[in-house]
């Protein structure tokens, strides 16, 4: 038995040419991910397959607990065995969900077993195989991300990083992976919580060695470590926002909230969108200096359980998907920095799919003819990343944009393993243009066909994000 086999997903003869001849051997630039940039610094090692395969990744956690597996195995203090062992009983309950693929695929890349399924009987064997390869000495996280044809990743990070790892990691001589920060400047605008907001303040004010009294000081931290983060390698930034607000303060305003928020009054809505409205400008104009990419990861509802939150703390498994209004307030920020001249390349993801066709048709709307795809609809990430999901992403993007100028996909993960997902969405890809080809609604072309989709799976982000 040889499941997953080299022509997974493939399902005619031109799906199998176009991926194998032109998909399957390019690299990867997974221009946006969570790992840890000190794991890589580090060369991280791991002592069994639970510890890095279920650390830290609330998909499994997610699955298990649906299906009834305590909390006790998800993050609690089962041994590693056990927990692993949960996971191998959750899975033929997996059936149709990402995981059961992903799982399979992984197992398959990094510890060569593709003869078995991975269940309660098979969960000894598979665990002590996979464990030998761990503990072998060509076993880390850099030995990964090069197993994996990794060129290049861009990790998330807060404008209060040290960015040391990164120092470390492109000042070694024997490390050709580029490894660069992205600049998430999230908990900046959080002066609806005014605590936690000040907590951070006071990392920023040390992150850049200044002292933090007015608005403007605020704004010139905020420049400083931005500064910083180019002169790292940075060139793409990030938001993960629920939505975009229409709401317009002046700088005036602005810092009334600002001194508010300073002494522990927490901001209104009306006040918390007005001063989010102002800040995201203002760091859009920041990144359009630098001709960075800006990145829009839309419509999250986070740690929707309480009580869970307050056990576990965020990214644990207990986020959904958001319905906010969309619309409006994204084509009003977008206007308002194009009128300005200061609309930089952007990618926006959405995480309902209900606004695939919405954001598909708002890209069309500020492409300026000069930068080919310059503001992209990214890929389908969280929820979306599985075969429907990225499906439905690639049909609305085609229909209603180009899907030649498509950057393509990344992991949003913070797991080592993950490389798969690329090739997952690799193989979706050449199946849909395989069979569309068979059918005569594109061109019996394979060089054409193969040309454009090396350029979705490496060259057109290469050439895009002009790292």
Known sequence: ???????????????????????AKQPIIDYHCHL?????????????????????????????????????????????????????????KLLRNPLYHWSHLELKQYFGIQDRYLNSKTAKSIYDEANEIIQSPDFSARSIMKKSHVRLVCTTDDPTDDLKSHVKIAQDPHFNIDVLPTWRPDRAWEVHRPQRWNEWILLLEKAADTTILSFSNFLEALQKRHDLFHSHGCRLSDRGIETLYCDELTENQAARIFENAREGRAATPAE???????????????????????????????????????KLGADSGFDSIGDWSMAEGLAHYLDRLDQKGKLSKTILYNLNPRDNELIATMVGNFQDGEIAGKIQFGSGWWFLDQLEGMKRQIESLSQLGLLSQFVGMLTDSRSFLSYPRHDYFRRLLCDLLGKEMEAGLLPDDLDHLGNMIKGICYSNAMNYFQF
């Not at 399902?11 to 040419?17: D, G, L, N, V, W």
């Not at 400008?281 to 999250?300: R, S």
């Open 1 to 23: 038995m040889n499941i997953f086999d080299e022509n997974f997903l493939l399902s005619c003869e031109r799906s199998r040419e176009l991926y194998h001849g032109f998909a």
């Open 272 to 310: 918390y969108r007005g001063f989010h409205s102002f800040l995201l400008h203002e760091l859009a104009l920041m990144d359009a200096e630098k001709g960075w990419t800006q990145q829009l990861h839309l419509g999250a509802l986070r740690s929707v359980n309480t009580r869970m939150a307050l």
């Open 36 to 92: 840890n940039p000190l794991e890589i610094a580090s060369d991280k090692r791991w002592q069994n397959l639970s510890d890095i395969w279920l650390g830290g990744d609330h998909y499994k956690w997610r699955a298990m607990r649906t299906a009834g597996v305590s909390e006790k195995y998800c993050t609690g203090n089962a041994t590693p065995w056990e927990k692993f062992e949960k996971y191998a009983e959750t899975m033929p």
